[in-house]
Protein backbone atom coordinates (compact mmCIF):
# COMPACT_ATOMS: atom_id res chain seq x y z
CA UNK A 1 0.00 0.00 0.00
CA UNK A 2 1.60 3.29 -1.12
CA UNK A 3 0.81 6.59 0.97
CA UNK A 4 -1.47 9.24 -0.76
CA UNK A 5 -0.93 12.94 -0.85
CA UNK A 6 2.81 14.48 0.25
CA UNK A 7 3.86 10.43 0.54
CA UNK A 8 2.99 9.70 -2.34
CA UNK A 9 6.22 9.54 -4.40
CA UNK A 10 7.59 8.05 -1.31
CA UNK A 11 6.32 4.98 0.91
CA UNK A 12 6.34 1.39 2.03
CA UNK A 13 8.29 0.32 -0.96
CA UNK A 14 11.27 3.36 -0.55
CA UNK A 15 11.58 1.51 3.22
CA UNK A 16 11.60 -2.15 2.34
CA UNK A 17 14.17 -1.01 -0.34
CA UNK A 18 16.43 0.66 2.32
CA UNK A 19 15.96 -2.83 5.03
CA UNK A 20 17.53 -4.87 2.37
CA UNK A 21 20.29 -2.99 1.29
CA UNK A 22 21.30 -2.15 5.80
CA UNK A 23 20.11 -5.00 6.68
CA UNK A 24 24.07 -6.78 6.95
CA UNK A 25 25.09 -3.85 8.83
CA UNK A 26 22.33 -3.57 11.76
CA UNK A 27 20.10 -5.96 14.16
CA UNK A 28 16.95 -6.22 14.79
CA UNK A 29 16.38 -4.92 17.79
CA UNK A 30 13.76 -5.89 20.40
CA UNK A 31 9.82 -5.09 20.82
CA UNK A 32 9.03 -5.99 24.21
CA UNK A 33 5.85 -5.55 26.87
CA UNK A 34 6.89 -4.19 30.00
CA UNK A 35 4.51 -5.36 32.43
CA UNK A 36 5.12 -2.98 35.21
CA UNK A 37 4.51 0.34 32.38
CA UNK A 38 1.80 -1.44 31.56
CA UNK A 39 0.24 -1.77 35.18
CA UNK A 40 1.10 1.67 35.99
CA UNK A 41 -0.19 3.45 32.93
CA UNK A 42 -3.48 0.74 32.74
CA UNK A 43 -2.27 0.49 29.57
CA UNK A 44 -0.72 -2.21 27.36
CA UNK A 45 2.74 -0.93 26.94
CA UNK A 46 5.18 -2.19 25.11
CA UNK A 47 9.17 -1.19 24.22
CA UNK A 48 10.63 -0.77 20.34
CA UNK A 49 14.48 -0.76 22.17
CA UNK A 50 16.29 1.05 19.53
CA UNK A 51 19.05 2.05 22.73
CA UNK A 52 20.51 -1.82 21.68
CA UNK A 53 20.86 -0.68 17.69
CA UNK A 54 24.56 -0.84 17.11
CA UNK A 55 26.37 2.28 18.36
CA UNK A 56 23.43 2.70 20.91
CA UNK A 57 20.62 4.91 19.09
CA UNK A 58 18.17 4.16 16.07
CA UNK A 59 20.52 6.53 13.85
CA UNK A 60 22.65 4.11 11.64
CA UNK A 61 19.64 2.81 10.17
CA UNK A 62 19.53 6.65 7.94
CA UNK A 63 23.12 6.67 8.01
CA UNK A 64 23.81 3.42 6.37
CA UNK A 65 21.02 4.25 3.61
CA UNK A 66 22.81 7.34 2.71
CA UNK A 67 26.26 6.03 2.98
CA UNK A 68 24.91 3.08 0.31
CA UNK A 69 23.51 5.21 -1.86
CA UNK A 70 26.79 7.38 -2.59
CA UNK A 71 28.66 6.80 -5.86
CA UNK A 72 32.16 5.95 -5.79
CA UNK A 73 33.03 8.94 -7.08
CA UNK A 74 31.29 10.91 -4.12
CA UNK A 75 32.59 8.21 -1.54
CA UNK A 76 36.36 9.39 -2.53
CA UNK A 77 35.42 12.92 -1.85
CA UNK A 78 34.77 11.94 1.34
CA UNK A 79 31.98 12.58 4.09
CA UNK A 80 30.76 15.62 6.32
CA UNK A 81 28.08 15.87 9.24
CA UNK A 82 26.87 17.88 11.81
CA UNK A 83 25.63 15.98 15.11
CA UNK A 84 24.76 16.45 18.56
CA UNK A 85 27.02 12.42 19.03
CA UNK A 86 24.63 9.92 18.01
CA UNK A 87 23.82 10.82 14.01
CA UNK A 88 27.63 11.28 14.53
CA UNK A 89 28.34 7.99 15.61
CA UNK A 90 26.03 6.28 13.16
CA UNK A 91 27.64 8.19 10.03
CA UNK A 92 31.00 6.69 11.73
CA UNK A 93 29.48 3.33 11.71
CA UNK A 94 28.28 3.81 8.53
CA UNK A 95 31.29 4.43 6.74
CA UNK A 96 33.66 1.97 8.55
CA UNK A 97 31.05 -0.69 7.39
CA UNK A 98 31.31 0.73 4.04
CA UNK A 99 35.31 1.50 4.10
CA UNK A 100 34.67 5.13 3.43
CA UNK A 101 38.15 6.56 4.67
CA UNK A 102 37.94 10.58 4.59
CA UNK A 103 35.10 11.31 7.68
CA UNK A 104 34.92 14.78 9.09
CA UNK A 105 31.90 14.86 12.33
CA UNK A 106 31.07 18.25 13.29
CA UNK A 107 29.87 17.85 16.85
CA UNK A 108 28.13 19.99 18.82
CA UNK A 109 30.71 21.11 22.41
CA UNK A 110 27.32 19.69 24.61
CA UNK A 111 27.58 16.32 23.57
CA UNK A 112 27.83 13.62 26.32
CA UNK A 113 31.13 12.11 27.15
CA UNK A 114 29.81 8.57 26.67
CA UNK A 115 28.96 9.67 22.70
CA UNK A 116 32.41 11.05 22.40
CA UNK A 117 34.08 8.98 24.07
CA UNK A 118 32.52 6.09 21.70
CA UNK A 119 33.67 8.06 18.51
CA UNK A 120 37.55 7.52 19.68
CA UNK A 121 36.84 3.86 18.47
CA UNK A 122 36.70 5.22 15.10
CA UNK A 123 39.04 6.55 12.18
CA UNK A 124 37.28 9.61 11.81
CA UNK A 125 38.18 13.49 12.53
CA UNK A 126 36.03 14.84 15.32
CA UNK A 127 35.48 18.57 15.36
CA UNK A 128 33.91 19.83 18.61
CA UNK A 129 32.10 22.86 17.43
CA UNK A 130 29.51 25.29 19.22
CA UNK A 131 26.83 24.36 22.07
CA UNK A 132 23.94 23.96 19.61
CA UNK A 133 23.27 21.54 16.60
CA UNK A 134 22.91 24.48 14.34
CA UNK A 135 26.18 25.99 15.01
CA UNK A 136 27.83 22.09 14.33
CA UNK A 137 25.87 22.03 11.15
CA UNK A 138 27.30 25.77 9.42
CA UNK A 139 30.79 24.73 10.71
CA UNK A 140 29.70 21.09 8.54
CA UNK A 141 28.42 23.34 5.67
CA UNK A 142 31.32 25.38 5.76
CA UNK A 143 33.16 22.70 5.70
CA UNK A 144 31.78 21.12 2.32
CA UNK A 145 31.73 24.06 0.72
CA UNK A 146 35.76 24.22 1.12
CA UNK A 147 36.33 20.49 -0.11
CA UNK A 148 33.42 19.51 -1.71
CA UNK A 149 33.06 16.56 0.36
CA UNK A 150 29.56 15.23 0.53
CA UNK A 151 27.22 16.36 3.27
CA UNK A 152 25.12 13.64 5.31
CA UNK A 153 22.53 15.64 6.60
CA UNK A 154 20.92 14.30 10.01
CA UNK A 155 17.45 13.98 9.72
CA UNK A 156 16.43 16.54 6.31
CA UNK A 157 16.73 13.81 3.47
CA UNK A 158 14.59 10.73 1.94
CA UNK A 159 17.63 7.84 2.47
CA UNK A 160 18.25 9.01 5.80
CA UNK A 161 13.88 8.90 6.88
CA UNK A 162 13.58 5.66 4.58
CA UNK A 163 16.32 4.01 6.70
CA UNK A 164 15.03 5.18 9.97
CA UNK A 165 11.58 3.92 9.03
CA UNK A 166 13.19 0.16 8.88
CA UNK A 167 12.29 0.73 12.77
CA UNK A 168 8.87 1.23 11.85
CA UNK A 169 8.70 -1.89 9.99
CA UNK A 170 10.40 -4.02 12.43
CA UNK A 171 7.40 -3.05 14.72
CA UNK A 172 4.59 -3.94 11.95
CA UNK A 173 5.60 -6.97 11.72
CA UNK A 174 6.79 -8.31 15.62
CA UNK A 175 3.08 -6.50 16.60
CA UNK A 176 0.19 -7.41 14.51
CA UNK A 177 -2.41 -5.30 16.21
CA UNK A 178 -1.76 -1.77 18.27
CA UNK A 179 -3.09 1.60 18.70
CA UNK A 180 -0.51 3.96 19.14
CA UNK A 181 3.07 5.09 18.65
CA UNK A 182 5.09 7.03 20.27
CA UNK A 183 7.99 8.88 18.92
CA UNK A 184 10.74 11.04 20.64
CA UNK A 185 10.90 13.83 17.78
CA UNK A 186 14.08 16.19 17.26
CA UNK A 187 14.25 16.59 13.69
CA UNK A 188 12.12 14.60 12.62
CA UNK A 189 13.61 11.57 10.24
CA UNK A 190 12.95 8.98 12.87
CA UNK A 191 9.13 9.77 13.22
CA UNK A 192 8.72 10.40 9.54
CA UNK A 193 9.85 7.21 8.51
CA UNK A 194 7.69 5.35 11.86
CA UNK A 195 4.89 7.36 10.72
CA UNK A 196 5.01 6.26 6.49
CA UNK A 197 5.57 2.36 8.04
CA UNK A 198 2.87 2.31 10.57
CA UNK A 199 0.27 4.27 8.44
CA UNK A 200 0.72 2.30 5.35
CA UNK A 201 -0.41 -0.72 7.35
CA UNK A 202 -3.04 0.77 9.52
CA UNK A 203 -3.90 4.32 9.16
CA UNK A 204 -5.74 3.72 12.17
CA UNK A 205 -3.25 3.81 13.96
CA UNK A 206 -2.03 7.27 16.12
CA UNK A 207 1.48 8.61 15.51
CA UNK A 208 2.55 10.57 18.47
CA UNK A 209 5.81 13.05 18.68
CA UNK A 210 7.35 14.18 21.90
CA UNK A 211 9.16 16.92 22.17
CA UNK A 212 11.13 18.44 24.82
CA UNK A 213 9.35 21.45 26.43
CA UNK A 214 13.05 23.52 25.78
CA UNK A 215 12.72 22.49 21.96
CA UNK A 216 8.74 22.39 20.44
CA UNK A 217 9.99 22.50 16.97
CA UNK A 218 7.77 19.61 15.57
CA UNK A 219 4.84 21.26 17.44
CA UNK A 220 5.38 24.63 16.18
CA UNK A 221 5.57 23.17 12.52
CA UNK A 222 2.30 21.33 12.47
CA UNK A 223 0.85 24.04 14.14
CA UNK A 224 2.36 26.71 11.81
CA UNK A 225 2.13 24.89 8.50
CA UNK A 226 5.36 25.06 7.73
CA UNK A 227 8.98 23.15 9.24
CA UNK A 228 10.95 25.09 11.90
CA UNK A 229 14.10 24.47 10.98
CA UNK A 230 16.12 26.18 12.27
CA UNK A 231 14.80 26.71 16.21
CA UNK A 232 16.36 28.25 19.19
CA UNK A 233 16.17 26.11 22.46
CA UNK A 234 16.65 26.59 25.74
CA UNK A 235 19.29 24.35 27.40
CA UNK A 236 18.41 20.40 27.98
CA UNK A 237 18.78 17.10 28.97
CA UNK A 238 17.41 16.07 25.32
CA UNK A 239 20.10 17.21 23.43
CA UNK A 240 19.12 14.62 20.28
CA UNK A 241 15.69 16.85 20.34
CA UNK A 242 16.55 19.88 20.51
CA UNK A 243 16.63 22.28 17.46
CA UNK A 244 14.81 22.51 14.05
CA UNK A 245 11.98 20.26 12.64
CA UNK A 246 13.52 19.37 8.69
CA UNK A 247 10.97 20.48 5.81
CA UNK A 248 11.83 17.27 4.47
CA UNK A 249 10.06 15.09 7.41
CA UNK A 250 7.53 17.51 7.72
CA UNK A 251 6.95 17.31 3.74
CA UNK A 252 6.45 13.72 4.22
CA UNK A 253 4.60 13.27 7.69
CA UNK A 254 2.83 16.44 8.48
CA UNK A 255 -0.38 14.52 7.76
CA UNK A 256 0.53 10.94 9.38
CA UNK A 257 0.83 12.70 12.81
CA UNK A 258 -1.80 12.51 14.97
CA UNK A 259 -0.58 15.02 17.53
CA UNK A 260 2.96 16.36 19.72
CA UNK A 261 2.96 16.69 22.72
CA UNK A 262 5.76 18.57 25.17
CA UNK A 263 7.60 16.79 28.31
CA UNK A 264 9.65 18.88 31.07
CA UNK A 265 12.95 18.17 31.71
CA UNK A 266 11.49 16.73 35.29
CA UNK A 267 9.44 14.55 33.23
CA UNK A 268 12.36 13.23 30.91
CA UNK A 269 13.98 12.34 34.14
CA UNK A 270 10.95 10.47 35.26
CA UNK A 271 11.54 8.67 31.96
CA UNK A 272 15.03 7.47 32.62
CA UNK A 273 14.33 6.20 36.22
CA UNK A 274 11.00 4.52 35.20
CA UNK A 275 12.52 2.44 32.37
CA UNK A 276 14.86 1.31 35.14
CA UNK A 277 12.91 0.59 37.72
CA UNK A 278 10.12 -1.24 35.02
CA UNK A 279 12.36 -2.79 32.82
CA UNK A 280 16.36 -2.35 33.72
CA UNK A 281 16.66 -0.54 30.26
CA UNK A 282 19.03 1.58 30.09
CA UNK A 283 18.48 5.02 27.89
CA UNK A 284 19.46 8.64 27.43
CA UNK A 285 16.78 11.03 28.33
CA UNK A 286 16.08 11.81 24.64
CA UNK A 287 15.29 8.03 24.48
CA UNK A 288 12.98 8.18 27.30
CA UNK A 289 10.63 11.19 26.22
CA UNK A 290 7.82 8.60 25.59
CA UNK A 291 8.09 7.15 28.56
CA UNK A 292 8.07 10.38 30.24
CA UNK A 293 4.72 11.80 28.28
CA UNK A 294 2.82 8.34 28.87
CA UNK A 295 3.76 8.17 32.61
CA UNK A 296 2.64 11.74 33.24
CA UNK A 297 -0.66 11.18 31.05
CA UNK A 298 0.44 13.61 28.42
CA UNK A 299 -0.84 10.63 25.95
CA UNK A 300 -4.41 9.93 25.95
CA UNK A 301 -5.00 7.65 23.64
CA UNK A 302 -5.76 4.58 25.99
CA UNK A 303 -4.76 -0.27 24.25
CA UNK A 304 -1.80 -1.29 23.20
CA UNK A 305 0.73 1.52 22.71
CA UNK A 306 4.52 1.13 21.13
CA UNK A 307 6.85 3.32 23.14
CA UNK A 308 10.13 3.78 21.05
CA UNK A 309 13.70 4.16 23.25
CA UNK A 310 15.30 6.09 20.53
CA UNK A 311 18.90 5.86 22.12
CA UNK A 312 20.82 4.65 25.25
CA UNK A 313 23.57 6.60 25.45
CA UNK A 314 24.15 8.15 28.51
CA UNK A 315 27.16 8.95 30.49
CA UNK A 316 27.57 8.44 34.27
CA UNK A 317 27.33 11.93 34.93
CA UNK A 318 24.18 12.71 33.37
CA UNK A 319 22.70 9.58 34.84
CA UNK A 320 23.94 10.70 38.33
CA UNK A 321 21.80 13.54 37.79
CA UNK A 322 19.16 12.27 36.81
CA UNK A 323 18.59 9.89 39.97
CA UNK A 324 19.84 12.40 42.13
CA UNK A 325 17.08 14.83 41.26
CA UNK A 326 14.27 12.54 40.82
CA UNK A 327 12.10 11.26 44.28
Not at 88 to 100: E, K, N, T
Not at 117 to 143: K, S
Request: with cysteine.
Amino acid sequence: MQMASNASLFGRNDLLAARERIAPYICRTPLTRSFLLSKATGREIWLKQENRQRTGSFKPRGALNKVISLTAAERDRGVVTASAGNHALGVAYACRALSVSKVDLFVQTTASTSKLNRLEEYAVNVHLVGATFEDAQQAALQRVRETGAVYIPAYDDPAIIAGQGTCGLEITEDLEDFDGVVVPVGGGGLIAGIAIAVKSVNPRVRVFGVNPSASPSALLSLERGYAVDPYEPQPTLADPLAGGFGATPFRLAKDLIDEVVLVTEEELKMGVTALIDSDQVLSEPAGAAGVGAVRSGKIGLSGRLVLVISGGNIDSATLKTVLNSVP
